[in-house]
């Protein structure tokens, strides 16, 4: 997907709005997000009717209802094989997948490792706010140790996942982190994880006001800042000293390599098939199947 | 294709001109390599032939069978009487003990080698078998090509037989010699020592089939044609999770389709598989997964998403013994109530089921015209016996109209709804780069506009406009098939791979005088109920015949109709293929005097 020709009319964030109000609570995280990705699409001139915005289950998969693009709100964690359908069979659109922790991490997990190690080209935006929100506050994958929740009533006995390690781990090739109460900065790392080539995962911090309380969102507030000047994202070595940090919460692209994506290397395996010939057509298979001696 | 077809049986005057060869033995033994050469020969002087393979689960090593049936006139099912049997191994026949049957007189070939000695008594062939021993193995080290046992058995075969010798030499030539000359050279050699060794014995009298060869036939497996079936509909993305029996699909579309400007992605599960495949139909690309029971089961969910968000998408189920691991590598029917039922809520669908290797080609693509003029998926039934087994085919026969994905014109753009409520049922669906076909959809029930919704009243709206694209459907493919004369004693009721058996029996009860008919439906759901209920009331008697332990076919019958009260189920478990003379025995009895006494 490339910036649109300069003769189309400019987009501007509120032209990738729909009509359909969130059901979100005031004060969640998400609205930050959907913010953010209004002006992330509009910095980089995304046509709407070549983009795909796609989500699983959960109170922040209902976001592709919200954006005037192609749209589909899944099943609970499917987002990410839905997203690859579409990548794979139409490279000239932009695919967005959108969804929770619970959705991309626990019941979705596998298809988490796979579409970062095909190096899809997708754009995942993982929505953490550390709970099952829609579900009225169960645990997660990511709720911290120890905490209380209406599924861990003596504390979660469980360790928890660093989301972005999992993605280094699993071969994705941009991996970023955001706090969606910092806009300018989740607008900033949405529109570089959109220009990426490749598996592009950013975890933004999405603070739930209704089932974490205002806690969560002061935590993290008081803990994010923005990785420091001159680290080196080119290493993983280095990327995983901003995983699982307990007393601060690094912003910024923690990883990002160039290699080719898994359309680059499809549509190589078109070219070789094929070599100089046409297009094989049925009739030419049908002959592979006499016997020929 | 639509309505009802009336196939014509196999002609009742016909002399058994046709011969059932099976080869057993140990992995290694090259029992797979023998029946490739004589079907592909058989295919080559233009015979009609149906191999079918069986093993055990192991890997490599273990048992395997293959039969292979020949003949110059039209089969329609492995031969379960076999004529000829060559033996490698005692210990691994036993293991398909009461699945390769000999018929009376059999001819068996034995290698003196086999430690494990058996005697008629054992095998039930009783005492017109002949028993021939052949040292296999000793003729093919004495050539100088040790490890050829299989190729010296061909060129006993041959010569036993009469068969015709250049064509199978060819044949040997080609398999072996395609990497190394060398090695085509040894090949030869076995097989000349092979053709000596045979003449040595004589000719079997009465055992050979007289033909005269025509043009070359394609041969080809169900798997196989159910793939090219859908790159002839324009399946244009493929995604699937290796499950035996149904990969060689997979590995089909994994091969072709880049040459055709298509792509395969293998999932990391059949979870991921239907839901790429429903995404990129989705994105306006022609889809297709397939897979086995187990499968299935894991991609009900998407089924249902399928069925809500109104995507088309083609799902093929070859079919394999179960529940759970259950059989993989052998044939039953019992996947009929999941692909009809399977799922939460009322999630409208489409089942197909295909009856033989050519109609895998058929059903596939006919899948695709129904899920993309409905926008609903729909399961394509095979199963392991028509999905591996390889037939000769008609090359003129694998036509088949191709409905293209069709999008909104600009009038339907105008004032867009994604889920208008139409008549039909189905709406226009807009994809990808059509500027006023965007829309916003999901799996929540949605009102017109797509937009999530939860009132009752447009939950049972968008519920009745999902379920009135089923009335058409069943109207405009009442497809099934009628076999036998227009009125009957007793009419047969079976579906899927059960055709064959069923056809030539019908031929062996028309040959006594015996009026039987049978109906064999294709569409599974929504089913061909006025065809047969005007079936059902052209017979007497009706004959449920199954392979399912639980008689899921018989009791979908009686969900969607009345079947007479003295209805005979036949049905038994899976792992070994309906046969000929199953479906003859059912006949008889009915038509033998104390029929009452021996219920079925």
């Known amino acids: 997907m490339s910036a649109a020709p300069p003769t189309l009319p400019a987009f501007v964030p509120n032209d990738y709005k729909?009509?359909?109000?969130?059901?979100?609570?005031?004060?969640?995280?998400?609205?930050?997000?959907?913010?953010?990705?209004?002006?992330?699409?509009?910095?980089?001139?995304?046509?709407?009717?070549?983009?795909a915005v796609v989500s699983g289950i959960g109170c922040?998969?209902?976001?592709?209802?919200?954006?005037?693009?192609?749209?589909?709100?899944?099943?609970?964690?499917?987002?990410?094989?839905?997203?690859?359908?579409?990548?794979?069979s139409r490279p000239d659109v932009k695919v967005i997948a959108v969804g929770g922790d619970g959705d991309g991490l626990a019941i979705g997990g596998n298809h988490f490792m796979?579409?970062?190690?095909?190096?899809?080209?997708?754009?995942?935006?993982?929505?953490?706010?550390?709970?099952?929100?829609?579900?009225?506050?169960?645990?997660?994958?990511?709720?911290?140790?120890?905490?209380?929740?209406?599924?861990?009533?003596?504390?979660?006995?469980?360790?928890?996942?660093?989301?972005?390690?999992?993605?280094?781990?699993?071969?994705?090739?941009?991996?970023?982190?955001?706090?969606?109460?910092?806009?300018?900065?989740?607008?900033?790392?949405?529109?570089?994880?959109?220009?990426?080539?490749?598996?592009?995962?950013?975890?933004?911090?999405?603070?739930?006001?209704?089932?974490?309380?205002?806690e969560q969102f002061k935590t993290l507030k008081a803990k994010a800042r923005p990785i420091p000047a001159g680290h080196d994202a080119s290493s993983r070595i280095e990327a995983f000293r901003y995983t699982r940090e307990t007393e601060v919460l690094s912003t910024g692209v923690l990883y990002e390599v160039k290699t080719p994506s898994l359309n680059d290397r499809l549509d190589a395996?078109?070219?070789?098939?094929?070599?100089?010939?046409?297009?094989?057509t049925v009739a030419d298979i049908v002959k592979t199947f006499l016997p020929s001696f | 294709m639509d309505g009802v077809t009336v196939e014509g049986g196999v002609s009742p005057a016909m002399s058994r001109r046709d011969l059932t060869i099976a080869m057993v033995g140990a992995g290694g033994d090259g029992i797979v390599t023998m029946g490739d050469i004589l079907s592909q020969a058989g295919a080559r002087d233009g015979l009609n032939v149906i191999k079918t393979e069986a093993y055990g689960p192991q890997i490599r090593g273990g048992e395997s069978s293959c039969v292979v049936r020949l003949s110059p006139d039209a089969i329609y099912e492995q031969g379960d009487a076999v004529d000829v049997l060559v033996v490698f191994s005692w210990a691994d026949f036993g293991r398909f003990k009461g699945e390769v049957l000999p018929a009376p007189?059999?001819?068996?070939?034995?290698?003196?080698?086999?430690?494990?000695?058996?005697?008629?008594?054992?095998?039930?062939?009783?005492?017109?078998?002949?028993?021939?021993?052949?040292?296999?193995?000793?003729?093919?080290?004495?050539?100088?090509?040790?490890?050829?046992?299989?190729?010296?058995?061909?060129?006993?075969?041959?010569?036993?037989?009469?068969?015709?010798?250049?064509?199978?030499?060819?044949?040997?030539?080609?398999?072996?010699?395609?990497?190394?000359?060398?090695?085509?050279?040894?090949?030869?050699?076995?097989?000349?020592?092979?053709?000596?060794?045979?003449?040595?014995?004589?000719?079997?009298?009465?055992?050979?089939?007289?033909?005269?060869?025509?043009?070359?036939?394609?041969?080809?497996?169900?798997?196989?044609?159910?793939?090219?079936?859908?790159?002839?509909?324009?399946?244009?993305?493929?995604?699937?999770?290796?499950?035996?029996?149904?990969?060689?699909?997979?590995?089909?579309?994994?091969?072709?389709?880049?040459?055709?400007?298509?792509?395969v992605v293998q999932t990391e599960d059949e979870l991921a598989a239907i839901g790429a495949v429903v995404g990129a139909s989705f994105a306006g690309v022609k889809s297709m997964t397939a897979t086995s029971g187990p499968g299935l089961s894991l991609m009900t969910e998407m089924l249902g998403l399928a069925s809500m968000a109104e995507i088309p998408c083609v799902i093929v189920d070859v079919q394999r013994g179960g529940p759970s691991t259950g059989l993989p590598t052998k044939s039953e029917q019992s996947d009929l109530w999941q692909a009809v039922?399977?799922?939460?809520?009322?999630?409208?669908?489409?089942?197909?089921?295909?009856?033989?290797?050519?109609?895998?080609?058929?059903?596939?693509?006919?899948?695709?015209?129904i899920s993309e003029e409905f926008q609903i998926p729909v399961v394509v039934l095979t199963d392991q016996s028509i999905g591996q087994r390889r037939e000769t085919l008609d090359p003129a026969r694998?036509?088949?109209?191709?409905?293209?994905?069709?999008?909104?014109?600009?009038?339907?753009?105008?004032?867009?709804?994604?889920?208008?409520?139409?008549?039909?049922?189905?709406?226009?669906?807009?994809?990808?780069?059509?500027?006023?076909?965007?829309?916003?959809?999901?799996?929540?029930?949605?009102?017109?506009?797509?937009?999530p919704a939860s009132m009752?009243?447009?939950?049972?709206?968008?519920?009745?406009?999902?379920?009135?694209?089923?009335?058409?459907?069943?109207?405009?493919?009442?497809?099934?098939?009628?076999?036998?004369?227009?009125?009957?004693?007793?009419?047969?009721?079976?579906?899927?791979?059960?055709?064959?058996?069923?056809?030539?029996a019908l031929a062996l009860a028309e040959a006594r005088g015996e009026k039987v008919a049978a109906f064999i439906p294709e569409m599974i759901s929504p089913f061909p109920v006025k065809a047969l209920e005007s079936f059902l009331a052209s017979v007497g008697s009706v004959l449920v015949i199954e392979v399912s332990f639980a008689a899921q076919f018989a009791k979908y019958l009686r969900t969607i109709t009345t079947l007479p009260e003295d209805t005979i189920v036949f049905k038994r478990s899976g792992g070994k293929n309906l046969s000929i003379s199953e479906v003859d025995d059912q006949i008889r009895r009915f038509f033998s005097p104390d029929r009452k006494q021996v219920p079925a």
Request: net charge positive.
């Open chain 2, 105 to 263: 007189g059999a001819v068996v070939l034995f290698d003196e080698a086999d430690p494990v000695a058996r005697t008629k008594e054992d095998l039930g062939l009783g005492a017109s078998a002949r028993w021939i021993a052949v040292p296999f193995a000793k003729i093919a080290g004495d050539a100088g090509a040790k490890g050829s046992k299989n190729v010296v058995g061909l060129g006993v075969l041959t010569s036993l037989l009469g068969l015709r010798q250049e064509t199978i030499r060819r044949a040997v030539e080609k398999r072996f010699g395609r990497k190394k000359a060398a090695v085509g050279e040894l090949a030869l050699k076995a097989f000349e020592a092979g053709l000596a060794h045979g003449a040595t014995l004589g000719k079997l009298e009465g055992r050979g089939i007289a033909f005269a060869p025509g043009p070359a036939k394609l041969i080809m497996s169900g798997n196989e044609a159910a793939a090219l079936g859908a790159l002839h509909a324009g399946c244009r993305f493929f995604a699937g999770y290796p499950i035996t029996p149904s990969t060689e699909i997979l590995q089909f579309a994994e091969e072709w389709l880049p040459k055709m400007g298509g792509t």
């Open chain 1, 114 to 214: 796979h579409a970062a190690r095909r190096n899809l080209d997708v754009t995942y935006l993982l929505m953490d706010n550390e709970i099952y929100g829609l579900t009225k506050g169960q645990v997660a994958p990511t709720t911290p140790t120890g905490d209380r929740t209406k599924t861990t009533h003596y504390g979660n006995p469980e360790p928890s996942v660093d989301p972005c390690e999992l993605a280094i781990s699993f071969g994705a090739t941009w991996v970023g982190r955001a706090f969606s109460g910092d806009l300018k900065g989740t607008v900033e790392l949405v529109a570089k994880a959109l220009r990426h080539r490749g598996f592009a995962f950013l975890n933004v911090m999405s603070p739930c006001v209704t089932w974490r309380g205002d």
């Open chain 2, 456 to 504: 009752h009243l447009v939950h049972e709206k968008m519920n009745a406009k999902r379920h009135r694209k089923l009335a058409p459907i069943a109207e405009k493919f009442q497809r099934a098939r009628r076999l036998g004369p227009a009125k009957a004693d007793l009419g047969i009721v079976c579906w899927g791979s059960s055709k064959g058996a069923v056809k030539e």
């Open chain 1, 60 to 88: 922040s998969s209902r976001l592709p209802g919200y954006v005037e693009t192609y749209g589909f709100n899944t099943v609970h964690g499917r987002a990410l094989p839905l997203a690859t359908g579409v990548a794979v």
């Open chain 1, 18 to 51: 729909t009509d359909l109000k969130p059901v979100w609570c005031p004060g969640c995280g998400d609205f930050g997000v959907l913010t953010a990705l209004y002006r992330a699409m509009a910095e980089l001139q995304l046509r709407p009717e070549y983009t």
């Open chain 2, 341 to 369: 039922f399977a799922g939460h809520g009322d999630a409208p669908r489409v089942v197909i089921a295909a009856s033989d290797v050519e109609d895998c080609f058929h059903t596939t693509v006919e899948a695709f015209n």
């Open chain 2, 398 to 451: 694998l036509v088949h109209p191709v409905r293209g994905r069709a999008v909104p014109t600009a009038e339907e753009l105008a004032d867009y709804k994604r889920y208008r409520d139409t008549p039909e049922g189905h709406s226009p669906m807009s994809v990808p780069g059509m500027k006023g076909g965007i829309y916003q959809t999901n799996g929540l029930e949605h009102d017109e506009s797509g937009r």
């Open chain 1, 269 to 280: 395996i078109k070219k070789s098939a094929r070599g100089d010939a046409p297009a094989s």
